[in-house]
């Protein structure tokens, strides 16, 4: 359990919630102490979004590492999402196309008044994954930028990452 004092004690029922939703959402992410005292660890699955893959998708491809940490003003502050692998360089925390933050960790939401508090992690977790498919094609120059609002809800990207993340052909 997280150390001596924090958030999770005057909110242990978001605390369970999301211990709960991120276990049944993604299991392979695991607990680790964090800034606040918790966070999760682990690699997302590339397509863990609601509609389906492009025909083409391969699905072997690794996921997004990603470390998820809660800072102190959790849950009314947006947790921080960092891309462990792919980690972006420097230089990309610098361009807006990338939609990496200064510090490395991923710009998942246009402004942080968005965030209220009542969102789900799990969500933002989904948009990691989409961050993952979208910085692939931005470094392979298919396209400039990554969308303005990503890719979870959006099919205006699926047949470029069908066509980059596709199956081999022999």
Known sequence: MPGSHGWWQFDSRRLDD???AISQAFPSLNPVDGNAGIGWR???PLWPFERPAPVEFNSDVPGLEVLLLFPQSYPMTIPDLYPMNPMPELVERTQHRWHVN???SLCVIQEQR???GRESVVDLLVKAAGWRLEYGLVQADIVAEMTENGI???T???RQIGEFYGKPTR
């Open 18 to 20: 999301d211990i709960r």
């Open 42 to 44: 682990g690699v997302l």
């Open 102 to 104: 200064g510090d490395g």
């Open 114 to 116: 968005t965030w209220t």
């Open 152 to 154: 979870v809800s959006s």
């Open 156 to 158: 205006e990207r699926d």
